[in-house]
T-cell receptor, first 109, second 114 residues
């Protein structure tokens, strides 16, 4: 079967660093996406990894290990506006996105 | 603004009503998607259209009927819905050629079935 696992909720402090993990098992693999979704809004694209390693984009970085079926999203210098849900999604062999349930990140002052 | 618009943003309907959701994308993409998002659940893919042709129907009940008149417009026709159909309905679009398949989402329609 196809499965994406990520923690349901995490809490972090403003200014700190947080790592959100995602493990995936899908029929084929064509890349791993991370999206951010603020409450009541549409998901917006954050990152895409298809090769192993770390991709850095400002305060956000995303890591992929294809052999381990594992990815993480690293958020640095947390700001209150980073409070949101973070969705992990794997692109399967049919180029369809298989979604995790999302990790709700709560930032405290 | 992501270039994908959806109307209405909120909809309350009775179980015997018929209504339609509309989605329009201004990004020149060839694929459009309907998703259902319920609280604490993964996004559920409902329908996929590629170049106006339906390529995916994930065992969606017939009370949901999609329509894609062209690559820029997508509709979801609703009739005799059930209370468990209450959810956020998201439309998305993407390219399906090349090496990048990022999906752009509209703001969603919050549907409540009474």
């Amino acid at each position: 079967g196809q499965n994406i696992d990520q923690p349901t909720e995490m809490t972090a402090t403003e200014g700190a660093i947080v790592q959100i993990n995602c493990t995936y098992q899908t029929s084929g693999f064509n890349g791993l996406f991370w999206y951010q979704q603020h409450a009541g809004e549409a998901p917006t694209f954050l990152s895409y990894n298809v090769l192993d390693g770390l991709e850095e984009k400002g305060r956000f970085s995303s890591f992929l290990s294809r052999s381990k079926g594992y990815s993480y999203l690293l958020l640095k210098e947390l700001q209150m506006k980073d409070s949101a849900s973070y969705l992990c999604a794997s692109l399967d062999s049919n180029y369809q996105l298989i979604w995790g349930a999302g990790t709700k990140l709560i930032i405290k002052p | 603004e992501t270039g994908v618009t959806q109307t209405p943003r909120h909809l309350v309907m009775g179980m015997t009503n018929k209504k339609s959701l509309k989605c329009e994308q201004h990004l020149g993409h060839n694929a459009m998607y309907w998703y259902k998002q319920s609280a604490k659940k993964p996004l559920e893919l409902m329908f996929v259209y590629n170049f106006k042709e339906q390529t995916e129907n994930n065992s969606v009940p017939s009370r949901f009927s999609p329509e894609c008149p062209n690559s820029s417009h997508l509709f979801l026709h609703l009739h005799t819905l059930q209370p468990e159909d209450s959810a956020l309905y998201l439309c998305a679009s993407s390219q399906t050629s090349g090496t990048f398949y990022e999906q752009y989402f509209g703001p969603g329609t919050r549907l409540t079935v009474t």
